[in-house]
């Protein structure tokens, strides 16, 4: 979990404690089965010390969910941003869906809880849904002006592929089951991609639409 902060080493690494704490605990037992007592035990500071960092539990839970989906789709976009070629998606997908399952708690925050917290999922979506939105969108507006890909609305095409993305990252054949494997999360990759580039009819040839 990365912390974007200007503080000093030492205060860093405390809010970066609390915030890792954070992680393990509202994913295993949930916001509301965490307490104030239980974060500051597992991070190994004094309950006053976490309140000098977060003014209260709710601002914890902001923090870590909003910074996690920052790191998702920063990572993915840079990945797009790297490709060897514009049908290389599969390859991106495959990559950071195996990233995501190693991160299976910061998931499962920035997934759940967002439900149930009104606050949070507006400060996701206007703080980093709508800004990845927009460079996703330039990254497929460039693809179809290079003609690779066919001319359509581009932020519908980025909203879809990251809604996509982010649907199979937390896909339970790739995320919750402990025991899947890279070969599972690479067909489920290379099927979305699949879709994603071609579509899903047959054209009156043979081939897909």
């Known amino acids: 979990m990365k912390v974007l902060t200007q503080l000093p080493t030492s205060e860093i690494q405390t809010r970066t404690k609390i915030l890792q704490a954070a992680q393990k605990l509202?994913?295993?037992?949930?916001?509301?089965?965490?307490?104030?007592?239980?974060?500051?035990?597992?991070?190994?500071?004094?309950?006053?010390?976490?309140?000098?960092?977060?003014?209260?539990?709710?601002?914890?839970?902001?923090?870590?969910?909003?910074?996690?989906?920052?790191?998702?789709?920063?990572?993915?976009?840079?990945?797009?941003?790297?490709?060897?070629?514009?049908?290389?998606?599969?390859?991106?997908?495959?990559?950071?869906?195996?990233?995501?399952?190693?991160?299976a708690d910061m998931m499962k925050v920035c997934f759940l809880e967002a439900q149930f917290h009104p606050e949070l999922r507006d400060k996701i979506q206007s703080e980093v849904i709508e800004k990845m939105t927009d460079v996703a969108e330039a990254f497929f507006a460039t693809a179809m002006e290079r003609g690779v890909y066919r001319q359509m609305?581009?932020?519908?095409?980025?909203?879809?592929?990251?809604?996509?993305?982010?649907?199979?990252?937390?896909?339970?054949?790739?995320?919750?089951?402990?025991?899947a494997s890279p070969q599972a999360m690479q067909e489920m990759a290379e099927g979305l991609a699949d879709i994603f580039l071609n579509g899903v009819l047959v054209s009156e040839k043979g081939g897909y639409s």
Request: charged share 25%.
């Open 26 to 103: 509202f994913a295993k037992s949930g916001y509301d089965g965490t307490t104030i007592r239980d974060l500051a035990k597992k991070a190994g500071v004094a309950e006053g010390t976490l309140f000098r960092h977060f003014t209260n539990k709710k601002a914890i839970l902001i923090e870590l969910a909003t910074q996690g989906w920052v790191e998702i789709l920063t990572d993915l976009l840079t990945e797009l941003s790297e490709m060897s070629s514009y049908k290389a998606v599969a390859q991106v997908m495959r990559r950071r869906m195996l990233n995501m399952s190693r991160n």
């Open 153 to 179: 609305n581009p932020k519908l095409v980025a909203r879809v592929f990251l809604g996509m993305f982010a649907i199979a990252g937390f896909s339970q054949k790739t995320l919750l089951e402990p025991d």
